[in-house]
Structure formats: structure tokens, C-alpha cells
């Protein structure tokens, strides 16, 4: 079993930064988790991703987040980052962290409980 907790969420001005945290907790069994991503939900609107890392390291964005948000992890600690820059408006949402394994393999998937992001104007 995996349990993913999320912190770091908040309320910041347009053009402010917030780092987001996801640590997974694996328990029960050798799970290795493969992939780890953030998506992010706004009211009203449908859950979509923000940004994933293999556990190869290799790295997508959404379009809409390129150049101001970066992803990280660190595999050691079975933790996820995600550092939020030049924040917008629009980027207010509920955010999700995601992980999958076991690796290699894509079995299980796992959701974080959010973190609320609020941008000011």
C-alpha cells in the first residue's frame, strides 16, 4: 500500500512562487514506485496533469506551465516536488499528487489527497 501526503499548498500573489511536496509512504510491501506526477483540478473544471517524472528521470509538462514550473524527486525518499514560479491566476486549483508502479510496471495508481493553491490577482 502507498499513501501519498501532500504540503506546501497556499494562497500567494500573481507572480509569487510555492514549492509543492509529496511524500510516499509505502508500507506492507517492497513496492517501488515507477512514476510520480502533479495534476490539478480548478472548480468546475476536470482533473489534468501538470507534470510527470519517470523514474528514469525523464521529464513532460503541460503546455501551460512550461518555463515556470520545474519537477524533481527524489528517489531516496520516495518524494516529489514541485517548485511553482511567476504563478497566475489561472493556476489556482486543488493540487494532486500521483505515483504508479511497480516499476517497471504500471499496476497501481495512487492519489494524494490535494493541496489548495490560491492565486491572488
Known amino acids: 500500500q502507498v499513501q501519498l501526503v501532500e504540503s506546501g499548498g497556499g494562497l500567494v500573489q500573481a507572480g509569487g512562487s510555492l514549492r509543492l511536496s509529496c511524500a510516499a509512504a509505502?508500507?506492507?510491501?517492497?513496492?517501488?514506485?515507477?512514476?510520480m506526477a502533479w495534476f490539478r483540478q480548478a472548480p468546475g473544471k476536470q482533473r489534468d496533469l501538470v507534470a510527470r517524472i519517470r523514474s528514469g528521470g525523464s521529464i513532460i509538462y503541460a503546455d501551460s506551465v512550461k518555463g515556470r514550473f520545474t519537477i524533481s524527486r527524489d528517489n531516496a525518499k520516495n518524494t516529489v516536488y514541485l517548485q511553482m514560479n511567476s504563478l497566475k491566476p489561472e493556476d489556482t486549483a486543488v493540487y494532486f499528487c500521483h505515483a504508479d508502479g511497480p516499476r517497471p510496471l504500471v499496476l497501481f495508481d495512487f492519489w494524494g489527497q490535494g493541496t489548495q493553491v490560491t492565486v491572488s490577482s
Open positions: 509505502v508500507s506492507g510491501t517492497d513496492f517501488e514506485i515507477n512514476n
